[in-house]
């Protein structure tokens, strides 16, 4: 199609790296590049950890439940939503920063476009990327780790560095399963849209090793127990409002 | 540095648009290559609303506080952090799907990734696009509009179409400023950071004919106010357990 569709369409997580490490003019232009993306009425609620220490490393494998890429890549990266600009700029002139659902949403939203703009820049350069969930296990670890202050909020990691894998890409659903016209299809017809994917998704399984899995038996009890329940009261600490 | 890169640095919101509508295919291939964004898990907790019904779109005009490029452009989408798909498999085999705030995290975040990807792609084929956060000031309405059930949560728009200006791209904050290395910066030094990025922002201000404008001033008053209120309790009716 173009190069950006093509570097996109090649997209998959790298969770194998060698030990090259991830220069920082490389770093530099994935960060500018990434802040291009947009930002709700141009507020830049977010910022990013470079994490460098090596003991810190160590420490975010714990947090991520075992995941020793976190030491092994070449960059690692802790993406933020950061609301204390906001916050100092209003207290400096005797105003108010409201933290609540709507700012939450504007922090994770822009840090989020920030983010992906930046994996995909990285992986322009020949880099491979994963995104790393599992530092939300134990977002109090996080903020003490990094010293966070008040109003910066950790939200997910990510780390870059050259592929010592080369992994199948993992098929996503039909377009036709994410897109609709003015409004969303039945439940009824979701839950065929998901049973066709199993059948897209058997290749994959079995390339795999693991023959016997199916996307919809992964996924009807993944949200079973509520996931992180710490996160409610953590978020609060960091200054949003619930109520 | 590279095409992609090229591209990223090239962007700017279009918020005027001519009338050329945008094709199908070119709508299916930016979706494609937005949905091989990372996804936590591949748990793909997103849907796509494309709005073609044109009284519907004079409708988001009115919700989005009078964006009449919601009408103008060439096409017009809503995406929606989707959690049905879930919840469907869990009741189907009698289990439960807890929202809570990670689940809430985790649509929003994906969501977010692929919607970056899609509009990229979009602006890699020529095309210009605009999110429209506008739509979040009253997602009980867009909700009713669209006919969206329980676990579909609308959370932005976008925009897309042929540009009709050229509009001076908005400088962000330095790169220094927003990455840090195994912490961050003290409170003193991001109020110089804001300051500094003041003075980066006059030739931009001057050129829109606002020269007494600052970012600072801008942004000190921005949440004054609690922003969109009823977002906590909305997002509670699609099933997102606050407590």
Same mark, same amino acid.
């Given at each position: ?7 996109? %369409? #090649?997209?998959? /997580?790298?969770?194998?790296? $060698? ?10 232009? =994935? &960060? ?87 994996? %995909? #820049?990285?992986? /322009?350069?020949?880099?491979? $990327? ?10 109090? =670890? &996080? ?87 710490? %996160? ?12």
């Amino acid at each position: 199609m173009n190069d950006v569709i093509d570097v996109m %369409l #090649a997209h998959r /997580s790298i969770r194998t790296y $060698t030990d090259e490490v991830v220069p920082d003019v490389d770093i530099k232009a =994935a &960060v500018a590049a990434g802040q291009k993306a947009s930002t709700s009425s141009n507020i830049q609620t977010y910022s990013l950890v470079h994490v460098t220490d090596s003991a810190k490393r160590e420490a975010f494998i714990e947090i991520s439940g075992g995941q020793e890429k976190v030491r092994d890549c070449g960059a690692f990266f802790v993406v933020c939503g950061d609301m204390r600009r906001h916050r100092l700029l209003a207290e400096r002139c005797g105003s108010n920063c409201e933290e609540n659902v709507e700012s939450f949403l504007l922090s994770v939203i822009d840090a989020s476009l920030f983010a992906q703009n930046m994996a %995909l #820049a990285f992986e /322009s350069m020949g880099w491979g $990327t994963c995104f790393i969930g599992g530092i939300r296990n134990d977002l109090n =670890a &996080v903020q003490a780790l990094l010293d966070l202050p008040q109003s910066v909020a950790p939200l997910f990691g990510m780390t870059v560095g050259r592929a010592a894998e080369e992994p199948w890409p993992r098929p996503r659903f039909p377009v036709d399963t994410i897109i609709h016209e003015n409004g969303v299809v039945a439940d009824d017809d979701v839950l065929g849209q998901c049973d066709a994917y199993d059948e897209l998704m058997k290749g994959y399984y079995l390339q795999r090793g693991a023959s016997g899995r199916t996307w919809c038996g992964q996924m009807e009890r993944f949200f079973e127990q509520p996931k992180r329940p710490h %996160l409610l009261a953590f978020f609060e600490s960091t200054g949003v409002r619930w109520r």
